[in-house]
């Protein structure tokens, strides 16, 4: 059975509520902070991996907008780049990143290390490093085909086994981590109780309350405009020679219309509507990508990825304790920090916010975590850690 653009689009959202249908029913894969398009995604793959074990053959779908909605969500990341609020951050914007980008390649050598001990590919370590741990299942599955190509077979199943257990990972032991520090050193937010009604700094609140038509129609023009200039920059880095992902070139123009409307203020940007777009791409994208998996190619791969997973797991919960929480101030916000640290070098930015959340409701509020954390991990990270990951695919071939 063949399914065209518009059907396997259907199948997608009807995949995507399958997961919201599944988080309400059992609320701890929602408390994990694990996307509805994962879980519906994985659903669908499991159901089409019983299907081929019986013999029946599995449905083919057309995936042809997969790539558009990747590139439309990594666009929309880029107008996320902001000089205000980097300003507003301070040093510690940048030292965060420093740390999480020098700990991206530390995840890849480590991984490199114990894909070569199972005799696996090195780039097998890469793939289950900084790609899918610190990249989120977004960038694993936008990075796969270059792996695939490189010679790692099934990297995309790879890259979503693993992506995924790092969520649920990251999910289970940041918050844990940060009681830890909190509880041992007696540490206590600075902020009084009777001003903690928003968790979330102002500074990282949107203006713009209402969206009406005009604003969702020149979000998307801004957004599709950026997309088509990127694929220019895109391809001319492809002709050096550097392999890169499609995204980049879109990220980069988005940040450049970002700074140019800051200073400006020609266009108007609508960041809330852009937040929504992004979503709503990505959430598609994942839904897409994760049903049309095919599971059968991790079979004999449990046992490596399980070691690498528990390997990374230890020593990204060593960095929390330094020198994340050291360098960060070794106060309050620096313990809601390494809880954060945890949820997005192992999963995803949106882990980190409910690890974060979950300890301030507890604790108090911590403002500068709010900034700082959601800064590194949403936006920034992505731009270093694709330039790792680039590094790697690029030299790794060669040796």
């Known amino acids: 059975m063949k399914f065209d653009l518009l059907q396997t689009l259907g199948v997608a959202v009807v995949t995507l509520f399958a997961g919201y249908g599944l988080r309400r029913v059992v609320p701890a894969l929602a408390r994990l902070n694990i996307p509805p398009a994962v879980l519906g995604g994985l659903l669908v793959a499991s159901a089409l991996l019983l299907a081929r074990s019986n013999g029946v053959a599995a449905p083919q779908f057309d995936t042809s907008l997969q790539r558009p909605l990747l590139v439309a969500f990594f666009t929309t990341i880029g107008f996320s780049a902001s000089v205000s609020l980097l300003r507003a951050g301070g040093p510690?914007?940048?030292l965060l990143l420093a740390i999480?980008?020098?700990f991206a390649i530390v995840q890849n050598l480590v991984g490199i290390a114990l894909a070569m001990g199972f005799g696996l590919p090195p780039l097998f370590g890469v793939l289950t490093g900084s790609v899918t741990l610190t990249g989120g299942p977004a960038?694993?599955?936008a990075f796969a085909p270059l792996f695939e190509r490189a010679g790692v077979i099934g990297a995309d199943s790879i890259a979503i086994a693993t992506a995924m257990a790092g969520i649920v990972l990251g999910g289970l032991i940041g918050g844990p981590v940060a009681t830890l520090l909190i509880e041992k050193h007696r540490l206590r937010s600075a902020v009084p109780r009777s001003l903690t009604g928003s968790i979330v700094p102002a500074t990282l609140a949107t203006a713009d309350a209402r969206i009406g038509a005009l604003v969702v129609i020149k979000t998307i023009v801004v957004v599709l405009l950026a997309m088509w200039m990127g694929s220019w920059i895109?391809?001319?880095?492809?002709?050096?020679?550097?392999?890169?992902?499609g995204y980049i070139g879109g990220m980069l123009i988005a940040a450049a219309i970002r700074y140019l409307d800051d200073v400006t203020g020609w266009i108007g940007l609508s960041h809330r509507s852009i937040d929504l777009l992004g979503a709503v791409a990505l959430s598609l994208f994942l839904a897409m990508a994760l049903m049309t998996l095919d599971l059968t190619k991790l079979?004999?791969?449990?046992l490596p990825l399980i070691v690498i997973l528990c390997v990374q797991s230890a020593l990204a919960i060593a960095i929390c304790l330094w020198p994340v929480f050291q360098l960060m101030g070794?106060?309050?916000?620096?313990a809601v920090m390494t809880g954060g640290f945890l949820g997005f070098i192992l999963g995803t930015t949106a882990n980190a916010m409910a690890v974060m959340r979950a300890l301030v409701e507890n604790y108090g509020a911590a403002p500068r975590a709010f900034l700082v954390a959601p800064l590194v991990g949403a936006f920034f990270l992505d731009f270093s850690n694709a330039l790792v990951i680039t590094v790697f695919l690029n030299l790794?071939?060669?040796l």
């Not at 895109?234 to 992902?245: D, E, F, R």
């Open 100 to 102: 999480t980008s020098v």
């Open 299 to 302: 079979a004999g791969l449990a």
């Open 139 to 141: 960038t694993g599955l």
């Open 92 to 94: 510690q914007v940048l």
């Open 396 to 398: 790794l071939p060669r």
């Open 330 to 334: 070794r106060d309050y916000d620096a």
């Open 234 to 245: 895109s391809a001319m880095i492809g002709s050096t020679g550097v392999t890169l992902p």
